[in-house]
């Protein structure tokens, strides 16, 4: 579903992506690790088509992103890392505007429908600057998911926020993925990659360190892993330091 062939990016002389290849399937969720300043976000805002690859190709569901990011982007949703919505008005009036985007026209009950799986249906009219820190994460991953997209790309969704709120997003993020949505995301949360990912990517100075299962990855360190937790061999592994 999203190949990545040889990608770079470069922000002046700093580069953020270094020739970097990988794969995503169908269907699956796949958790984009990796230290602070190793690229996550910035290569979610290449698949995004948010902003363009210095080099390398991408194809998403066949499509080539610098060709046709139109179809690509009726097909992803995108939630970014710094929150996407408006404080001063309501929460019905945040996922209007943005549902405006669309080419899926959504009627009001829609909309209403929408926040209430996501548990927002009782707080439609109230402004967003009196929300907590976890129902704001839930209504900028509610404002992707509007036009149904069959990927989603998600950068650290549960940033920050309390636990329930975080259950609940990550109870959200499984069902999608029963429905058989391909996710990519990315997250610093031990738990959320043992209980979400099928397949994790590591990333180190822009380049991809590892792509594979975790137990996989335990196999490749060698017999000297046996002993480790689950915990500690992802250590090893988003600091690029378990091979
Ligand atoms: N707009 C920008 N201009 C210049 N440099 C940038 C820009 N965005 C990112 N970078 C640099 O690119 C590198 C990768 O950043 P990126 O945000 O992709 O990392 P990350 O893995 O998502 O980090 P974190 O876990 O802290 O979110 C960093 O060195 C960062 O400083």
């Not at 404080?87 to 026209?105: C, G, I, M, Q």
């Not at 069902?175 to 990659?193: F, S």
């Amino acid at each position: 579903m999203i190949e990545v062939h040889e990608v770079s990016k470069m922000y002046g002389k700093k580069k953020s992506l270094d020739r970097l290849s990988l794969s995503v399937k169908k269907g699956q969720v796949y958790g984009l690790l990796g230290a602070n300043g190793s690229g996550k976000s910035t290569l979610l805002k290449v698949l995004a088509t948010v902003t363009d690859a210095s080099g390398g190709n991408v194809t998403i569901a066949g499509y080539d992103i610098k060709k046709q990011a139109k179809p690509i982007r009726e097909l992803i949703g995108f939630v970014p890392q710094e929150l996407s919505i408006w404080e001063e008005v309501t929460v019905f009036e945040n996922v209007r505007y943005w549902s405006a985007f669309s080419s899926k026209k959504l009627t009001k009950s829609a909309l209403i429908t929408h926040l209430e799986k996501i548990g927002l249906g009782d707080r439609a009219n109230d402004k967003v600057k009196t929300l907590s820190g976890g129902m704001k994460r839930k209504l900028n991953i509610v404002i992707a998911l509007l036009h149904d997209p069959d990927i989603l790309l998600m950068d650290e969704p549960t940033v920050g926020i309390d636990f329930q709120s975080k259950f609940e997003i990550n109870q959200l993020i499984k069902q999608l993925a029963n429905e058989g949505k391909t996710i990519m995301y990315t997250t610093h949360d031990v738990v959320e990659v043992l209980f979400l990912c099928d397949e994790i990517g590591v990333l180190k100075d822009g380049q991809l360190y590892y792509s594979g299962t975790l137990g996989e990855a335990r196999g490749k360190a060698g017999a000297v892993a046996s002993d480790w937790s689950d915990e500690e061999v992802l250590y090893r592994l988003v600091n690029g330091q378990l091979f």
